[in-house]
């Protein structure tokens, strides 16, 4: 072999190497993640949320931290409930890892009941490290896209469920207000109020929020609205 033809095998054979490389890595980095290693993912991540006041009114639901210094979102409707029709704040307020048995004291920063959102932290944070869930853009959702909710449903711990985007964006009225949200083809619980709703990478999209109720005044199952993360996250680093 001439020693043009060498340099032009080596040059092929590293080009060929280089791209391979290439695509593998692209692959791994890209490839849908199975339900149980995105559910492992997000368990530093996603909490159990208990609010008590001192009528023995205690609310259950769901929240993820948001920064790594211990800042949690969650919905409004969690950590608020009504008294003589007045939206009232809870007494103390708690959440609790997959893995834990007992509660650890959180403290309410803010809410707002028009977005039904809210803000809360640690009071002190856990000795081991905490993660946050990494967001992706929420005005990029496509209709037919796989996802999954992680959270409290029914309060029986944190758990996963599947489904797919309905409609990726509506205006709907929900308790006389009109709101942004994700439609989802979901099974959420009032304990998933707050959790989170995950792509097939892992990353959040949006906070689970509410269900509707038909002409009868019956849960509509198996249909969630959530609130796109763009709009958590501008609540968030208002």
């Known amino acids: 072999m001439k020693s043009k033809e060498k340099v032009l095998y080596i040059v092929i054979c590293i080009s060929t190497t280089l791209i391979v490389t290439v695509l593998l890595l692209f692959y791994f980095l890209t490839r849908p993640l199975l339900p149980e290693k995105l559910y492992e993912k997000s368990i530093k991540s996603v909490v159990e949320i208990k609010a008590m006041a001192d009528e023995n009114v205690v609310s259950y639901g769901s929240a993820e931290i948001v920064s790594i210094d211990g800042k949690i979102i969650t919905n409004a409707h969690v950590v608020t409930y009504s008294k003589l029709g007045i ?8 959440v609790r890892f997959s893995f834990e048995e007992n509660y650890r004291e959180v403290e ?16 002190e944070l856990p000795s081991f490290e905490i993660r946050t869930l990494k967001k992706a853009d929420s005005d990029k959702v496509r209709a037919g896209q796989k996802i999954y909710a992680v959270g409290n449903s029914q309060n029986h711990g944190i758990g996963i469920s599947e489904g797919c985007i309905s409609i990726p964006l509506l205006k709907i009225n929900y308790q006389e207000r009109i709101i942004d949200a994700i439609k989802c083809d979901l099974t959420i619980t009032n304990g998933n109020s ?45």
């Open 108 to 123: 309410l920063v803010k809410f707002d009941t028009e977005l039904d959102l809210a803000l809360l932290k640690f009071k």
């Open 194 to 238: 707050g959790g989170a709703l995950l792509n097939d990478k892992g990353e959040i999209i949006g906070i689970t929020t509410f269900r509707l109720k038909d002409n009868d005044g019956n849960i509509v199952q198996g249909v969630a609205y959530c609130i796109p993360i763009n709009i958590a996250y501008a609540y968030f680093l208002d």
């Open 87 to 94: 939206i009232t704040e809870f007494e103390s307020y708690s």
